[in-house]
């Protein structure tokens, strides 16, 4: 099945510094990338979606010059956190499709990364 | 009133059990249902997906959508205490829609 690598699993930085968090698709193309903040004991919040090589479109409420996104290519896109803060600290969750927009080409949906957990102190 | 409402749980059983886990939705243009497990500190992991209504069995998973009723289910026979999890309901209503997540139902099956 397709596979979908986060990294690093789990940072630790200090406030004011920027952290960066890598998505990748390992077995397939990625037309589209996902980005999602989930809380403790709560659901999935889409922060932002982006596809290769355009900019990426951020939800509602979310600061897209605080969370940088770039997706240079069909199996990479990171997410940059600038200047963290300790409200900041989340578990940050990438997943990827085949196809534009969040759902499946008729034999695969949505898949994710294991996630990364950020703490920032 | 929420898209996607789902209980949260937490819901305890013995192993071996039959668990039955629940969404409902509000809207109903969703066409696409996904179920996700999510083991603690982890990315979701697909379990099952269908398309409109109906039944989809996989081993010991068995998926069902009442659209009339706008309710889905999950249901696990024989459960296991690898099946200790968060799990969480996921629809589209088209193919190129953002998809909703229900809050999650965290299970657990004690041995």
């Known amino acids: 099945g397709a596979v979908v690598s986060q990294h690093p699993s789990w940072v630790i930085c200090k406030s004011g510094t920027s952290v960066k968090i890598e998505c990748r698709s390992l077995?397939?193309?990625?037309?589209?990338m996902f980005w999602y903040r989930q809380f403790p004991k709560q659901s999935l919040m889409l922060m932002a979606t982006s596809n290769e090589g355009s900019k990426a479109t951020y939800e509602q409420g979310v600061e897209k010059d605080k969370f940088l996104i770039n997706h240079a290519s069909l199996t990479l896109s990171t997410l940059t956190v600038t200047s963290a803060h300790p409200e900041d600290s989340s578990f940050y969750i990438c997943s990827a499709s085949s196809v534009p927009g969040q759902g499946w080409d008729g034999n695969s949906p949505l898949h994710f990364g294991n996630g990364t957990r950020l703490t920032v102190t | 009133q929420k898209e996607v409402e789902q209980d949260p749980g937490p819901l305890s059983v013995p192993e071996g059990a039959i668990v039955s886990l629940n969404c409902t939705y509000s809207?109903?243009?969703?066409?696409?249902f996904m179920w996700y497990r999510q083991y603690s500190r982890k990315g979701p992991e697909l379990l099952m997906y269908t398309y409109s209504s109906g039944n989809k069995e996989d081993g010991r998973f068995t998926a069902q959508v009442d659209k009339s009723s706008k309710y889905i289910s999950l249901f696990i026979r024989d459960s296991q205490p690898s099946d200790s999890a968060t799990y969480l309901c996921?629809?589209?209503?088209?193919?190129?829609?953002?998809?909703?997540f229900g809050p999650g139902t965290s299970l657990s099956v004690i041995p």
């Open positions: 809207n109903s243009a969703f066409q696409y």
């Open positions: 996921a629809m589209l209503k088209t193919s190129y829609d953002k998809v909703i």
């Open positions: 077995d397939f193309q990625a037309t589209t």
